[in-house]
């Protein structure tokens, strides 16, 4: 074994958080759906426009007695935007320092991810959904060594015309035009819809827009553009519901919903202000930190002992959190994350460039912010200062861990109980698998 996969093993292992038994196994056998809503943020839940949600339906999931939802989850990317989000939910590693790790190692690196997982420790099929082509982040190598067994992208789907924009099918065609293989999968699947509507700069036709959703007035036309895709996508989600509904898979299906990462960049972010309401004058490093929250929800039908978590968390924690609601444990596996329903898990957030927030204080750009009070600190105590150093080295050492293990494709030398290493040859994605 060599001497850095030891070190990974070992760092692992003391930060393992456990798990909480009062939602171990609560998703047990059932279906997983997850939903990557394209660039939607936190700040879009719950959020009214000229006294209108701009979201009605995920609010009303968000709310629902099945859902867990978490309204202190941080999306963690990097330059690999979408694809750093799906590597970090499917393996509970980082994505890269630069670039996308999926784009740099896809091609054959070791994977241990949620598919593999799933299917290995608990019969599940797979396949992933989407609208734009195969080798856009390099996903046709990439999910072939995650174990996928179908991914149904654009060469499956019309798109021709007004159906696509320039990211590729729009979503409610997407989830209507996936039915029909959805239905193919053999149960209990794993299925991941990547949506592509709300993506930046956020246009649609006339004939895609609701006529009654009036939108912002902010100054900025890319935010003012965002609601409407925002909304959009509500309205997709809420149609893919209904045929969940419908066809009796909602039942026995736990979705999972979760925005990638911001669709508002930092240089439109105080546009936002007047919506939020704040100050536009007064709009720093902190507030641009506070709109990388993402929604995570997680529903199961039928639980009823959904609530609203104000823990913080991240991409990195959603792994293990969906592993454990399915009842698999994930104690001899590499993972950098904790789950987020664990009571003795951190709750310190590390952003990809080394940037971190907590509960109280958050460092940007080589300043410290008192959280609560959304003020520099600019001269910290000795204790303080003593404090931030810990919590810095801690983020340094876990974004280490993982580069040192994807840089160097450590999991080659590391096979968990359980688990048999994948053989990306055996999947053809030109034709389904059941
Ligand atoms: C492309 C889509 C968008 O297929 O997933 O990726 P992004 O630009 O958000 O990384
Ligand atoms: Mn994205």
Redesign the pocket.
């Known amino acids: 074994t060599p001497k850095e996969l030891t070190q990974v093993k070992d760092y692992v292992s003391k930060h393992y958080a456990g798990i909480n038994p009062e939602f171990y196994g609560k998703a047990k056998g059932k279906n997983v759906i997850v939903l990557?809503l394209?660039?939607f943020q936190q700040m879009s839940i719950d959020r009214r426009i000229n006294g209108q949600e701009v979201t009605p339906f995920l609010n009303s999931i968000y709310h629902d007695q099945g859902t867990i939802a978490f309204d202190n989850f941080f999306n963690q990317?990097g330059q690999?935007?979408?694809?750093?989000?799906?590597n970090m939910l499917e393996t509970s590693t980082f994505g890269l320092p630069q670039g996308?790790l999926f784009s740099k190692l896809g091609n054959d690196q070791t994977f241990q991810a949620m598919p593999g997982i799933l299917q290995q420790r608990a019969g599940y099929s797979s396949a992933v959904f989407?609208?734009?082509?195969g080798t856009?982040?390099n996903?046709n190598n990439v999910y072939k060594h995650m174990g996928y067994q179908n991914w149904i992208s654009s060469d499956y789907f019309d798109s021709t015309g007004k159906k696509a924009t320039t990211?590729?099918l729009k979503d409610k065609l997407l989830f209507r035009d996936s039915v029909p293989y959805l239905e193919l999968l053999q149960q209990p699947f794993y299925a991941k819809y990547?949506t592509?509507t709300n993506?930046?700069p956020f246009t649609l036709d006339r004939a895609d827009l609701d006529p009654e959703f009036v939108t912002s007035d902010t100054g900025s036309t890319l935010v003012d553009n965002y609601f409407v895709t925002n909304h959009y996508l509500d309205e997709a989600v809420k149609e893919f519901f209904t045929y969940l509904k419908k066809s009796g898979l909602y039942d026995n299906t736990m979705v999972v919903m979760y925005g990638?990462?911001y669709g508002i960049p930092n240089t439109d972010a105080k546009y936002l202000a007047s919506v939020l309401g704040k100050d536009s004058d007064k709009w720093g490093d902190l507030d641009n930190a506070n709109l990388q929250r993402v929604p995570f929800i997680v529903h199961i039908p039928g639980m009823k002992k959904g609530y609203i978590d104000h823990q913080f968390g991240g991409e990195i924690d959603v792994a293990p959190t969906i592993e454990h609601l399915l009842g698999i444990s994930t104690k001899s596996y590499i993972q950098l994350g904790q789950d987020l329903l664990s009571k003795d898990r951190s709750n310190v957030v590390a952003f990809r460039n080394k940037d971190w927030i907590t509960p109280t204080y958050a460092s940007l750009s080589g300043r410290y912010w008192s959280v609560k009070t959304n003020e520099i600190i600019v001269k910290p105590s000795a204790s303080l200062q003593k404090k931030f150093d810990d919590i810095q080295s801690s983020v340094n050492k876990k974004l280490a861990m993982s580069d040192n293990l994807n840089q160097k494709n450590l999991l080659r030398f590391y096979t968990p109980k359980k688990f048999k290493p994948i053989d990306a040859d055996k999947f053809n994605y030109s034709k389904i698998a059941t």
């Open positions: 990557h394209e660039s990317v690999g935007k979408t694809s750093d989000a799906e996308s989407h609208g734009n082509q856009f982040w996903r990211w590729g990547l592509v993506h930046t990638d990462h």
